[in-house]
């Protein structure tokens, strides 16, 4: 079983920086698709950014393109957000996700066959 620990949460003005980090275990991390999922008070898991295995290929939100960027260290098994200009609606649970077989649509839920327990982004205006 693959586990996924994030890092990196906090409190940040609006219009500043933060980098999340999902540190995974296991020698399999650099053949799956990863992503970043949010889920804010009384709203629904969301998705953000995902990472593919093969090619780095990367997806977004359009609520966080130009300002959200995800990347990868297979030497490291880490996968990060970089989140910039936050706004206040950035505020939320970010969780980050495996899908170990890498064959699921990237943005889809059901996609992860692992999670992570969340960090939480609270940005102030």
């Known amino acids: 079983q693959v586990q996924l620990v994030e890092s990196g949460g906090g409190l940040v003005q609006a219009g500043g920086p933060l980098r999340l980090s999902c540190a995974a275990s296991g020698r399999a991390f650099s053949r799956y698709n990863m992503a970043w999922f949010r889920q804010a008070p009384g709203k629904e898991r969301e998705f953000v950014a995902a990472?593919?295995?093969?090619?780095?290929?990367?997806y977004y939100a359009d609520s966080v393109k130009g300002r959200f960027a995800i990347s990868r260290d297979n030497a490291k098994n880490t996968v990060y957000l970089q989140m910039n200009s936050l706004k206040p609606e950035d505020t939320a649970v970010y969780s980050c996700a495996a899908d170990r077989d890498s064959s699921g649509l990237y943005d889809l839920l059901s996609t992860y066959d692992c999670w992570g327990q969340g960090t939480q982004v609270t940005v102030s205006s």
């Open positions: 990472i593919g295995w093969n090619f780095g290929r990367t």
